[in-house]
T-cell receptor, first 111, second 109 residues
Framework: EAQVTQNPRYLITVTGKKLTVTCSQN?????MSWYRQDPGLGLRQIYY???????DKGDVPEGYKVSRKEKRNFPLILESPSPNQTSLYFC??????????FGSGTRLTVV | EDQVTQSPEALRLQEGESSSLNCSYT??????LFWYRQDPGKGPEFLFT???AGEEKEKERLKATLTKKESFLHITAPKPEDSATYLC??????????FGGGTRVLVKP
C-alpha cells in the first residue's frame, strides 16, 4: 500500500527561522508534489518533482524551496518563514491509475 | 488557465436523502479527473479517477460520472459517516493538478 509520511504534524515557529518539512514515500514513485490548503482557497500546488533532481514551480512557489536528491524524499524548505505561510501543507505522490496519495498533513503556524 | 468549480459549497442532508455534487472544469488537455474525500485535519483520500466522457465509477453509496465539461458525484441514501468535504481535481499535461474548492457534506441522522 502506498504511503506518504510527513513530519512534523504540527509546527509553530517564529518569523524568519528556517524550517524543513519532510516527506517520504514507500513506493518508488517518480512524481511527488507539495500543496498548501487555506480556507476559501482550496488546495494549491507549491512545487512538484517529476523525478530525482527534476523540480518545477507550481501555482504558489514564492517563499518555498524543495529538493529531490533521492526518489523517496521530497522536503519542503522555508528559508525565512512569514505569517502568510501559516497553512496546512500536504505532500503527495502520483500512484498511477489510482490518482494521488496524500500525506496526513503538516499544520504550520508562523508567529 | 485550468479552472475547477464545485457546487454547492455546502450541503446538508438527512440520512437516506440522495443528492448530487457538481464539478465543472475547463482544462487544456484533460488527462484525468479525480474525486477525493477529506475529513477535517486529514489528507485527501482517493475515491475515483475518470478519464473520458461517459465514464462512470461506483463505490458503495457513491457514483461518479464524467462529461466533457463537468463531473457529478452522486450520493445515494447517505449515512452520517459520509459527512466530509468532497474534492474534485483535474490533471492536465505535466501532472499539473488543479483542485476545486470542495463541497462540505453534512448528513444528519
Amino acid at each position: 500500500e502506498a504511503q506518504v509520511t510527513q513530519n512534523p504534524r504540527y509546527l509553530i515557529t517564529v518569523t524568519g527561522k528556517k524550517l524543513t518539512v519532510t516527506c517520504s514515500q514507500n513506493m518508488n514513485h517518480e512524481y511527488m508534489s507539495w500543496y498548501r490548503q487555506d480556507p476559501g482557497l482550496g488546495l494549491r500546488q507549491i512545487y512538484y518533482s517529476m523525478n530525482v533532481e527534476v523540480t518545477d514551480k507550481g501555482d504558489v512557489p514564492e517563499g518555498y524551496k524543495v529538493s529531490r536528491k533521492e526518489k523517496r524524499n521530497f522536503p519542503l524548505i522555508l528559508e525565512s518563514p512569514s505569517p502568510n505561510q501559516t497553512s496546512l501543507y500536504f505532500c503527495a505522490t502520483r500512484t498511477g491509475r489510482y490518482g494521488y496519495t496524500f500525506g496526513s498533513g503538516t499544520r504550520l503556524t508562523v508567529v | 488557465e485550468d479552472q475547477v468549480t464545485q457546487s454547492p459549497e455546502a450541503l446538508r442532508l438527512q440520512e437516506g436523502e440522495s443528492s448530487s455534487l457538481n464539478c465543472s472544469y475547463t482544462v487544456s488537455g484533460l488527462r484525468g479527473l479525480f474525486w477525493y474525500r477529506q475529513d477535517p485535519g486529514k489528507g485527501p483520500e482517493f475515491l475515483f479517477t475518470l478519464y473520458s466522457a461517459g465514464e462512470e465509477k461506483e463505490k458503495e453509496r457513491l457514483k461518479a460520472t464524467l462529461t466533457k465539461k463537468e463531473s457529478f458525484l452522486h450520493i445515494t441514501a447517505p449515512k452520517p459517516e459520509d459527512s466530509a468535504t468532497y474534492l474534485c481535481a483535474v490533471e492536465a499535461a505535466g501532472n499539473k493538478l488543479t483542485f476545486g474548492g470542495g463541497t462540505r457534506v453534512l448528513v444528519k441522522p
